[in-house]
């Protein structure tokens, strides 16, 4: 809000204007920072590894499952910190604009929606109440693989997860970093 003009009609700024512009940047801010995480979540989670050595399909589902899986790890590092509301909002409308890219109507973007959400929560929980590596595997062996006999792979995949998340609690809330690619 413009306080009383200056002699020769000019506005005055009040300490109001400063503080709503400092406020705009630092969501703009915010925001693209949140934005850099989503994309290298995404590219991460896309790695040709994860489909060629590993053997997760290359489809929705298994593009959904990996970006669950490396979203739980980025999430569960940062706990409470600022960026994780944002990001998980990010990662719902990148599953709205896929649907809808795919040829989704708007009514059915939302059951879908929902379904999505509760897969994604389900899968969270499911690795968050892994008290091992033995346990992680068996959930990621169910999730990624539909638990067909994946069993090294689920372990390697376990492994990674305990690498990553010690590269990731360094390197957020201001970058993703997972660290090297797993190996098998």
């Known amino acids: ?9 000019k506005p005055r700024h009040g300490s109001r204007d400063v503080s709503m512009l400092n406020l705009l940047k630092e969501s703009a801010a915010r925001k693209q920072a949140v934005t850099r995480l989503y994309e290298a979540l995404v590219r991460r989670s896309r790695e040709p590894v994860f489909f060629t050595n590993f053997g997760v399909a290359d489809s929705v589902d298994g593009r959904f499952d990996l970006l669950v899986f490396h979203a739980w790890l980025a999430l569960k590092e940062l706990g409470g910190r600022q960026p ?3 990001l998980t909002n990010a990662i719902f409308t990148g599953f ?14 939302g059951h879908r929606l929902k379904d999505m959400a509760k897969a994604f929560y389900g899968r969270m ?16 062996a169910r999730n990624l693989w539909r638990g067909a006999g ?24 201001e970058a993703l970093d997972f660290g090297p690619l797993p190996t098998i």
Do not use: V, W
């Open 1 to 9: 809000m413009l306080s009383s003009p200056l002699p020769g009609g």
């Open 125 to 140: 929980a499911a690795y968050d109440s892994a008290q091992d590596a033995d346990a992680l595997a068996a959930a990621l």
């Open 84 to 86: 994780a509301q944002g």
């Open 150 to 173: 994946h069993e090294a792979y689920a372990s390697a995949l376990a492994a990674y997860a305990t690498t990553a998340r010690k590269h990731l609690s360094a390197s957020l809330p």
């Open 96 to 109: 709205d604009e896929a649907m809808r890219e795919q040829g989704a109507g708007d009514i059915g973007i």
